[in-house]
């Protein structure tokens, strides 16, 4: 004898509104976990790999303008050569009293930042080009008015137009580990010339580099990679 199979229980008392919320619920469950795995991995990109950052001042015009956003490479920050644009934390207050900040909206703004969605402002970082390198001896100026690293003078072909080379004299020689940067604007940057009272003659910790700058990403009409000047420094000879 065949028996009736019995109704689900479950589906007998389920309603139309029911099997909505259930399907809502689930939606939600997967778009949690879809951006809670993009936030992770933007964090560990930011993290270990590639950052953003915004471009608070004139210092590297015409390179970079005020306002522009650049990505940097986090790995080569152990491999810098002359010539790179470099972001590093403040070594010893260079920043002064200055906390201007391109963006606002408090908490979400900082959650974001933090974990590589917006940009980083200019906060405790600066960025600047090197231009000696452990060892090397770097002076300004030779007789025609140009930087000389190791006894090489350079044809700085990325300073903003109208900007020399130089706007005080000085001889130094980087130490091992350190860097010494200064800004393509040079008129208008605060760079190692005008440290050279602090620890390390002004030069940059190699630890205090976050990454090189590579590319520029913002605005979109000045889109492009940051080109190193191998041309610049080729003829320079170690120390």
């Known amino acids: 004898m065949k028996h009736a199979a019995r109704p689900d229980r479950e589906n007998a008392t389920s309603t139309p509104r029911d099997s909505a919320a259930r399907g809502l619920i689930g939606w939600l469950r997967e778009v949690g976990i879809v951006v809670g795995l993009a936030l992770v991995i933007s964090f560990l990109v930011k993290t270990f790999l590639l950052q953003a950052f915004y471009i608070?001042?004139?210092?590297?015009?015409?390179?970079?303008?005020?306002?522009?956003?650049?990505?940097?490479?986090?790995?080569?920050?152990?491999?810098?050569?002359?010539?790179?644009?470099?972001?590093?934390?403040?070594?010893?207050?260079?920043?002064?009293?200055?906390?201007?900040?391109?963006?606002?909206?408090?908490?979400?703004?900082?959650?974001?930042?933090?974990?590589?969605?917006?940009?980083?402002?200019?906060?405790?970082?600066?960025?600047?080009?090197?231009?000696?390198?452990?060892?090397?001896?770097?002076?300004?100026?030779?007789?025609?008015?140009?930087?000389?690293?190791?006894?090489?003078?350079?044809?700085?072909?990325?300073?903003?137009?109208?900007?020399?080379?130089?706007?005080?004299?000085?001889?130094?020689?980087?130490?091992?580990?350190?860097?010494?940067?200064?800004?393509?604007?040079?008129?208008?940057?605060g760079d190692s010339r005008m440290h050279q009272g602090d620890p390390g003659g002004g030069a940059v910790s190699e630890e205090r580099v976050v990454g090189i700058a590579f590319v520029r990403v913002w605005p979109l009409d000045r889109m492009g990679i940051l080109k190193q000047p191998s041309e610049v420094f080729s003829a320079v000879e170690p120390q």
């Open 56 to 189: 608070p001042s004139e210092s590297m015009e015409q390179t970079l303008l005020r306002g522009d956003r650049v990505i940097v490479n986090k790995i080569g920050a152990s491999k810098v050569n002359r010539g790179d644009i470099v972001v590093f934390t403040d070594p010893s207050n260079w920043l002064g009293s200055h906390t201007a900040s391109n963006q606002s909206g408090g908490f979400l703004n900082t959650v974001l930042t933090f974990i590589g969605v917006l940009p980083q402002d200019d906060g405790e970082h600066l960025i600047k080009r090197v231009v000696g390198v452990g060892g090397d001896n770097v002076a300004c100026c030779d007789e025609e008015g140009r930087l000389t690293v190791n006894g090489t003078a350079l044809d700085e072909t990325y300073l903003a137009p109208g900007s020399i080379p130089h706007t005080i004299e000085f001889e130094t020689t980087v130490p091992d580990g350190y860097l010494w940067v200064m800004g393509d604007n040079r008129s208008h940057s």
